[in-house]
């Protein structure tokens, strides 16, 4: 008897009461698809500058590396022994004390090599940099590429 109570309290429940209407389901995904467009964009434009941030400082920290290589043999890797003379000891190299970078030379956080040139542009003693996200030279935003000489900006 105690079942067939229960199977009609539910039965004398008015629909109205019992879930949502199509109506209400609609208005909630209008909503939420609002919020989506407009936080969605917002939060790529945050990656694209995390990324760009992480290049600046793998740059720095690999500068560090090549000053300390500096110091130690007497000049800085030439272009063609590049990067890995952080790594490995280029044959000719007298006072080389590394690995000066423990993990290996990283790549850009676009999974593109960092770009090395011995001399540098500008005066400078060599060039180092990361191409951006296209993986080309130039561009603008997060295809512009990220230099050790303008990190300030």
Known sequence: MLQSSKANK?????????GFSLIELMI????LG????????????YLGKGKSQSAKVQIENI?????????????????????KALV????????WNGPYLKKGV?????????????????NQAYDL???GGDGAAGGEGD???INLWAKKN
């Open 143 to 145: 295809d512009a590429d």
């Open 10 to 18: 539910y039965r004398r429940t008015p629909l109205s009461l019992r």
């Open 63 to 83: 500068s560090a590396a090549l000053d300390m290589y500096r110091l130690e043999v007497g000049n800085y890797p030439t272009t063609s022994e590049g990067l």
């Open 34 to 45: 609002l919020i989506a467009g407009i936080v969605g964009p917002q939060a790529m434009k």
């Open 106 to 122: 990283p790549q850009d956080p676009w999974n593109n090599e960092y770009q090395y040139k011995r001399p540098g542009s500008n």
């Open 129 to 131: 940099l990361s191409l």
């Open 88 to 95: 490995e000891a280029p044959s000719g190299a007298r006072g």
């Open 28 to 31: 909630v995904l209008v909503i």
